[in-house]
């Protein structure tokens, strides 16, 4: 597989923490050209800070981050609990040993794709207040976008409302900016994330492990799995993950041509996702994915974050 050039725009927030963890284990397969934050599990202000911590206890201190919109397109934040009181409780971080780059997160992703030879995948694991913001503003960066990846939206269900899923339901203008823009979108709504699971072994292992990335997904994912323990679950969803597994191992999901629309409003509607097969096929919507091989592939990449890679 050829390297492929990412942005990845997120929310920190424990399974977007995953997910750049699976990134940053693939260095030969991917190349993050920096991530951008924006309000959503958290105020924008304390998800930038949750991920400088993180990756300043990473030692990946080299990765840009800029700051993004603070606030949806017309609605007002709304944090998650299922986060805890920062957006990324569970584990004891350092301070942030660097700062967010000066360019703020449209004009950073402007840059970076621009700027490239390659076209770039942006990997959107948050509301899409940012990249809404980005295809509207700067229409030429479209053609230099290969795909959108985004966790967001459902099927038949739904974890805010009866069929609304959070990233959507944050900022619905967004995700309609985005669905209408014309770039190739991929969605991985909450059905298919049910296939990228961790389980109760899986954090005892890491909790054994006395290593740094092991000690982290054992802290972060003991504390995300408060939510499903409560519910009698001994295997949790690690939605954001979702997305970076489709971009390494995309012969092992399952999915559909298709158009999405959003609804804008409604006591019972706000943030829905009409996934309709019969649309533009603009969208590809991904419904199932090979579980067993996708929880191997994540145990391995973290084990070889603690063998060697800048950890
Ligand atoms: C999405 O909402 C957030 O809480 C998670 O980080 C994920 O992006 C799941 O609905
Ligand atoms: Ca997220």
Known sequence: ????????????????????????????????????????????????????????????????????????????????????????????????????????????MKNCILGSEDKVTIIALAPLTNVALLVLACPEVKAKIEQIILMGGSVYRGNMLARSEFNIYADPHAAEAVMRSGVPVVIAPLEVCDDCLISEDDIKRWEQTKKPAAQLCAGLMNFFAGYGRKRGWTQFTVFDLTTIMYLLYPERFEGFRSSCHVVLDGKYTRGMTVIDEDGNGHVYTLMKADRKYLNERFLEAIDRLDEGYPV
């Open 1 to 108: 597989m050829a390297k492929r050039k990412i942005i990845i725009d997120c929310d920190p927030g424990h399974d977007d923490i995953m997910a750049i963890l699976m990134a940053l284990a693939h260095p030969e397969e991917l190349e993050l050209l920096g991530l951008t934050t924006v309000a959503g599990n958290n105020h924008m202000r304390q998800v930038t800070e949750n991920l400088l911590r993180t990756l300043t206890y990473l030692g990946r201190t080299d990765i840009p981050v800029s700051m993004g919109s603070d606030t949806a397109l017309v609605l007002d934040p709304e944090p998650q609990d299922a986060h805890g009181i920062t957006g990324l409780d569970g584990f004891d971080f350092p301070e942030p040993a660097f700062t967010p780059v000066k360019e703020r997160a449209v004009e950073f």
